[in-house]
């Protein structure tokens, strides 16, 4: 009896055991390259591991966690996973194919001081992308594709000291005099020493920053000559630039004021019905006016026209209003003048041979006439042919 209790409670211990290793792993989990040096720093390194993603199996109390040196791109699913890390103090993305660095990219890293996201391809950084960093320290931008970069996107970087621009695509740089900076790299760019790159050096000149590299710091145009962006432009060159671009603008109204003086003397003048002269406007800005001028001479015109020409046309036609007479309307018209000119009772003393006479002195056609009446508007050449 005695060596079966003893293995219930060996293997009563062993149950024991696989539960608290179980409990174990489930509160704290594996980690990948973890190093836990004291109850406030965790260190984790994922360096050179050819990782696409971030890993989602580190420590959420990580503090210091290293990404370098792999093909982390940063996406959406990249910056979830980073926002879990509230108290990462230092990270290292470096060497990695991130491109573009959108907005609120490390958000919820509200206690980070040091960024290193050099050696990389990023061309694009929004304004907002270093957004909730209100602790970062130290940032590192160097050996990128940058080639437009505005001091507005480091703004909400309130506590700032080092900015890290080394070997980037920069020509000109414009940066506010309330920018406040320690230290400041910005060797290896083509710089253009113009009145663009003006406020950058009254900037460099007047703050207390420190320019590193400052004798590598010079212009690439418009001289080949190695001198410093802090010393290569003078700003009364730019204030006689600034005048003159002023002059040539103000230059241009006056030109146009005169060609519209020129022009408004060889436009004639239209006297209005107060005797005040109402000026013609430009055809070349009133393309209507001189389709309206044209429209009413040619209705003006019309209406002249036929006012003149209605009347002969009217007495025209009604002259061809005549129908040719038949052979017996001689007969007819003679026994209607006869019934219209038989005596009255009034009248029955006269004589009844008058009216008889007169129709036949009316009626009496000569040897060559045919009995049709005569138009005057038959043209002689007619009857000739006749």
């Known amino acids: ?128 992308a270093f957004a909730g960093l209100n602790q970062l320290s130290v940032l590192n931008l160097s050996y990128n594709m940058i080639a437009q970069l505005d001091s507005d996107a480091f703004t909400s970087l309130e506590s700032l000291t080092v900015l890290n621009l080394q070997c980037n695509l920069l020509n000109y740089l414009h940066i506010k005099s309330s920018f406040k900076l320690i230290k400041i790299v910005l060797a290896g760019n083509p710089w253009i020493c113009s009145c663009d790159l003006l406020d950058l050096q009254i900037w460099l000149t007047a703050s207390n920053v420190t320019l590193e590299n400052e004798s590598n710091t010079t212009c690439t145009l418009p001289t080949k000559k190695e001198i410093s962006i802090k010393t290569a432009i003078q700003p009364a060159d730019c204030k006689t630039e600034k005048t003159s671009s002023e002059n040539t603008v103000t230059s241009t109204p006056v030109i146009n004021l005169r060609s519209s003086a020129l022009i408004t003397a060889l436009t004639p003048n239209i006297t209005g019905n107060n005797g005040t002269h109402a000026e013609l406007p430009l055809l070349g800005k009133s393309w209507t006016f001189l389709a309206g001028v044209l429209g009413f001479v040619l209705g003006t015109t019309l209406l002249i026209f036929t006012a003149v020409k209605c009347p002969t046309w009217y007495h025209y036609v009604i002259s061809y209003r005549h129908r040719r007479l038949e052979e017996n309307d001689p007969e007819r018209f003679e026994q209607e003048f006869s019934a219209d000119t038989s005596p009255s009772p009034s009248v029955l003393g006269t004589n009844s041979e008058e009216p008889i006479v007169i129709f036949e002195k009316i009626h009496a056609f000569g040897d060559g006439e045919d009995g049709f009446i005569e138009d005057k508007y038959i043209d002689s050449y007619v009857n000739e042919e006749s």
Not at 82 to 98: D, S, V
């Open 1 to 128: 009896m005695l060596p079966l209790r003893s293995n219930r409670k060996a293997l009563n211990m062993k149950h024991s055991w696989l539960v608290i290793w179980v409990g174990t792993l489930f509160l704290n989990p594996v980690t990948a390259d973890c190093n836990i040096t004291s109850q406030t720093q965790v260190i984790c390194d994922e360096s050179g591991k050819n990782l696409s993603n971030i890993p989602t199996n580190l420590s959420q109390n990580v503090t210091k966690l290293s990404l370098k040196n792999n093909k982390i791109t940063l996406k959406d699913s990249d910056k979830e996973i980073l926002g879990r890390f509230i108290n990462l103090t230092e990270l290292h993305l470096n060497k990695n194919r991130i491109t573009e660095l959108h907005k609120n990219s490390f958000c919820n890293l509200k206690k980070l001081i040091n960024l290193d996201i050099s050696n990389n391809h990023i061309s694009t950084v929004h304004k907002a």
